[in-house]
């Protein structure tokens, strides 16, 4: 059951559905992907890498604390 709803989200998912080939997606493990794109007949794999991740630039508060910067409040109500 799990698998129909996985082969049915992947087939219907727009990413897989414009692509031809293989995507491959990794979490930039290079010595295992550098291993996996020397095997033959991987030239039309196309790798999607993760953008490195830094606590200070997280997506979610990048624009926040550019706000904040320099700023001190004396109780939390103030924010």
Not at 38 to 66: A, I, K, N, W
């Amino acid at each position: 059951m799990k698998s129909d709803f996985l082969q049915w989200k992947v087939l219907n998912w727009p990413l897989f559905i414009a692509t031809e080939g293989v995507v491959l997606l990794h979490d930039n493990m290079c010595s295992f992907i550098s291993r996996v794109l020397e095997q033959p007949g991987t030239d039309q794999v196309q790798v999607l890498y993760h953008p490195p991740y830094s606590r200070d630039m997280s997506p979610s508060d990048f624009y926040v604390f550019g706000l904040l910067k320099g700023k001190r409040f004396n109780v939390d109500d103030e924010l």
